[in-house]
T-cell receptor, first 114, second 111 residues
Framework: DGGITQSPKYLFRKEGQNVTLSCEQN?????MYWYRQDPGQGLRLIYY???????QKGDIAEGYSVSREKKESFPLTVTSAQKNPTAFYLC?????????????FGEGSRLTVL | GQQLNQSPQSMFIQEGEDVSMNCTSS?????WLWYKQDPGEGPVLLIA?????ELTSNGRLTAQFGITRKDSFLNISASIPSDVGIYFC???????????FGPGTRLSVLP
């Protein structure tokens, strides 16, 4: 089935550790996105990528890093520099990065810092 | 970054009642999307709108792209228990690369 797969679904991290969240899509979409969701707030954009080997910072990129070496993969690393990393992280993709087009989400990864 | 205004923040309704919620923006959009999110899950796309005035249905759900292009509305008819969840909107300008999101409307359905 076509879709977006995020892993792991739950992740616990000690302070000072980097962690990487995986996002894979088989929808042949060009654009991919990472969002952070906190209770009572709208989704906030961390990073996005319109094409392989290119990505742009979103509104809250500090403390995060990404790569886009393959069209179907867009992993997110939460570094130790991120001050408040406990959150629900959502990966999304769309057929293109502007104009019309729908945005589809993965099932999310919940990161908890101990 | 910009966020959308969405109302109401939460609502409690009786099973069988109709529900209305709306989303407003200070910018003109060419795309409106409506999602439903269950706890601990990713959002699921319900309806996509691309034209001012457009009215689109998906089962008991109906959404409209506002004439001003700065708002959108979602209606749910004859609510059932599985409608419980958070509904949120997303919009994008024609040349915008990214979507902006509303904070969501939390819907509770009482039996």
């Amino acid at each position: 089935d076509g879709g977006i797969t995020q892993s792991p679904k739950y992740l616990f991290r000690k302070e000072g550790q980097n962690v990487t969240l995986s996002c894979e899509q088989n929808l042949n979409h060009d654009a991919m996105y990472w969002y952070r969701q906190d209770p009572g707030q709208g989704l906030r954009l961390i990073y996005y990528s319109q094409i392989v080997n290119d990505f742009q910072k979103g509104d809250i990129a500090e403390g995060y890093s990404v790569s886009r070496e393959k069209k179907e993969s867009f992993p997110l690393t939460v570094t130790s520099a991120q001050k408040n990393p406990t959150a629900f992280y959502l990966c999304a993709s769309s057929i293109r990065g502007s104009g019309t087009g729908e945005l589809f989400f993965g099932e999310g990864s919940r990161l908890t810092v101990l | 970054g910009q966020q959308l205004n969405q109302s109401p923040q939460s609502m409690f309704i009786q099973e069988g009642e109709d529900v209305s919620m709306n989303c407003t923006s200070s910018s003109i959009f060419n795309t409106w999307l409506w999602y439903k999110q269950d706890p601990g899950e990713g959002p699921v796309l319900l309806i996509a709108l691309y034209k001012a005035g457009e009215l689109t249905s998906n089962g008991r759900l109906t959404a409209q792209f506002g004439i001003t292009r700065k708002d959108s509305f979602l209606n749910i008819s004859a609510s059932i228990p599985s409608d419980v969840g958070i509904y949120f909107c997303a919009g994008r300008t024609y040349y915008g690369q990214n979507f902006v999101f509303g904070p969501g409307t939390r819907l509770s359905v009482l039996p």
